[in-house]
Antibody, heavy 121, light 110 residues
């Protein structure tokens, strides 16, 4: 059974960089025909797609976040990561990592449990 | 990229059917057969209920059905049960490999 687990600091200061890692178990990022993605949800609000990455390193980002986001992959550790720089209170959210459907199909079929990141001094 | 439009809330009694609409544009919902639906219970991660407009993942009840007409997709839940009470989000492909979510609908089972 595929499992995804987010990890990283729960508190980030304004203007700094938010960094999260998603560890995948029960399947290999490097040998599968899937994209992997990040989605966030501010408290009490809806879902927002952040971006996705293929094991080869190909990325796609939400245009509204593109200037501040970097998603990377480490196939040797079966992990992919999110960096969001110059954060503000508006970036406070639960951050989810997820697997996108086969061959880039635009839906997410496996999700991590999510991790709350608060931006505050 | 603007969020897809959904009603803030819908409600129904046990056993009834409800439909949640999701309205976009010809650049997202209307342009591709790539609409998906997610169920989210409080404090939990979203769960995929429908993909590619009308397909159900293995394990999802056949009480959940998806459809699309023009720029509006719909999720219909028949035979409402108490455990269906949750937030529901639609999502669509929106060109250049980007994705967009709906604003979400809170389903209350009366």
């Amino acid at each position: 059974q595929l499992q995804l687990q987010e990890s990283g600091p729960g508190l980030v200061k304004p203007s700094e960089t938010l960094s999260l890692t998603c560890t995948v178990s029960g399947g290999s990022i490097g040998s599968s025909n899937y994209y992997w993605g990040w989605i966030r949800q501010p408290p009490g609000k809806g879902l927002e797609w952040i971006g996705t990455i293929y094991y080869s390193g190909t990325t796609h980002y939400n245009p509204s976040l593109k200037s501040r986001v970097t998603i990377s992959v480490d196939t040797s550790k079966n992990q992919f990561s999110l960096n969001l720089n110059s954060v503000t209170a508006a970036d406070t959210a639960v951050y989810y990592c997820a697997r996108r459907g086969p061959s880039g199909s635009p839906y997410f079929d496996y999700w991590g449990q999510g991790t709350l990141v608060t931006v505050s001094s | 990229q603007s969020a897809l439009t959904q009603p803030a809330s819908v409600s129904g009694s046990p056993g009834q059917s409800i439909t949640i609409p999701c309205t976009g544009t010809s650049s997202d919902v209307g342009g591709y057969n790539y609409v998906s639906w997610y169920q989210q219970h409080p404090g939990k991660a979203p769960k995929l209920m429908i993909y590619e407009v009308s397909y159900r993942p293995s394990g999802v009840s056949n009480r959940f059905a998806g459809s699309k007409s023009g720029n509006t997709a719909s999720l219909t839940i028949s035979g409402l049960q108490a455990e269906d009470e949750a937030d529901y989000y639609c999502s669509s492909y929106a060109s250049s490999s980007t994705l967009i979510f709906g604003v979400g609908t809170k389903l209350t089972v009366l």
